[in-house]
């Protein structure tokens, strides 16, 4: 069984910083891209972060300067810092990681369950 585990969310003032970590478990062949989208309530999931295997990074031009993701290969791991956190800022975040498992080795997106994060003015 593969599984992604978010933490790293809560409550944070506006101006302040999170860091959002995901870990990736379970019977894992390869990760090839990782990444963390977000929710806001009444709003469509988008794209935040992305981050190949090979450390090319991309961003929703929303957070661009303001959030940087990165990850650990060794660990499975994959974060998100947050940094300059406004008001709407404030979602769930969800980390995604494109993965092949030993099971049946076929490559496919997996998702964490989410994270919160609130932001207040």
């Known amino acids: 069984q593969v599984q992604l585990v978010e933490s790293g969310g809560g409550l944070v003032q506006a101006g302040g910083s999170l860091r959002l970590s995901c870990a990736a478990s379970g019977s894992i062949l390869s990760i090839s891209a990782m990444g963390w989208s977000r929710q806001a309530p009444g709003k469509q999931r988008e794209l935040v972060a992305r981050i190949t295997k090979g450390d090319s990074t991309s961003y929703a031009d929303s957070v661009k300067g303001r959030f940087t993701i990165s990850r650990d290969n060794a660990k499975n791991t994959v974060y998100l810092q947050m940094n300059s956190l406004k008001p709407e800022d404030t979602a769930v975040y969800y980390c995604?990681?494109?993965?092949?498992?030993?099971?049946?080795?076929?490559?496919?997106?997996?998702w964490g369950q989410g994270t919160q994060v609130t932001v207040s003015s």
């Open positions: 995604n990681a494109d993965l092949t498992p030993f099971s049946d080795r076929l490559p496919r997106s997996y």
